[in-house]
T-cell receptor, first 112, second 113 residues
Framework: GNSVTQMEGPVTLSEEAFLTINCTYT??????LFWYVQYPGEGLQLLLK?????DKGSNKGFEATYRKETTSFHLEKGSVQVSDSAVYFC???????????FGAGTRLFVKA | DAGVTQSPTHLIKTRGQQVTLRCSPI?????VSWYQQVLGQGPQFIFQ???????GRGNFPDRFSARQFPNYSSELNVNALLLGDSALYLC????????????FGPGTRLLVL
């Protein structure tokens, strides 16, 4: 079945450090891939998405590239800020599917 | 434009009680999905409704039920509450079905004592 695996957290970084959160997926067909962010006490916000192989999604300095050959969608940011502290979820959805499948989430702490 | 709204924001119930959670989708969106997020985990799919019909169901017991109204709003009902039902319940809407982006509401936090 379809699934998403992302690196376990928590990830602790200093402000202005480089961020990578790994995400790999298993899916039939050609899924759309997403990164969602959840700030403390809030619901999920869409951070970025990519709908086909080699697409790059980007938003607020975050980027992720849809790599079909490695079935990966790693999240990166060149310089994190304290305000980026949150839980990040990698997710996928498929044609003919009716749900979004989420990874377990990776908690990021950024220290000033 | 208003996003997805959910009510109530918080709820405390005791075991065996029943609860109804409500969701209003983004204007123009015809699909509503419900997810359960237990603390420290990713959201788990419960239901999807599209044009007032159930289009998908996750691996949840029959105590969980839902419906969608003509205005595309939705209710999630949980009967005979268990302690393990304590979670954040998220509603998401999308224009249609398939690979579309889902837009999430702030959630209803349910605590079962």
């Amino acid at each position: 079945g379809n699934s998403v695996t992302q690196m376990e957290g928590p990830v602790t970084l200093s402000e202005e450090a480089f961020l990578t959160i790994n995400c790999t997926y298993t899916a039939t067909g050609y899924p759309s891939l997403f990164w969602y962010v959840q700030y403390p006490g809030e619901g999920l916000q869409l951070l970025l998405k990519a709908t086909k192989a080699d697409d790059k999604g980007s938003n607020k300095g975050f980027e992720a590239t849809y790599r079909k050959e490695t079935t990966s969608f790693h999240l990166e940011k060149g310089s994190v800020q304290v305000s980026d502290s949150a839980v990040y979820f990698c997710a996928l959805s498929t044609d003919g599917g009716f749900k979004t499948i989420f990874g377990a989430g990776t908690r990021l702490f950024v220290k000033a | 434009d208003a996003g997805v709204t959910q009510s109530p924001t918080h709820l405390i119930k005791t075991r065996g009680q029943q609860v109804t959670l409500r969701c209003s989708p983004i204007s123009g969106h015809k699909s509503v999905s419900w997810y359960q997020q237990v603390l420290g985990q990713g959201p788990q799919f419960i239901f999807q409704y599209y044009e007032k019909e159930e289009r998908g169901r996750g691996n949840f017991p029959d105590r969980f039920s839902a419906r969608q109204f003509p205005n595309y709003s939705s209710e999630l009902n949980v009967n005979a509450l268990l302690l393990g039902d304590s979670a954040l319940y998220l509603c998401a809407s999308s224009p249609g079905l398939g690979k579309e982006t889902q837009y999430f509401g702030p959630g209803t936090r349910l605590l079962v004592l």
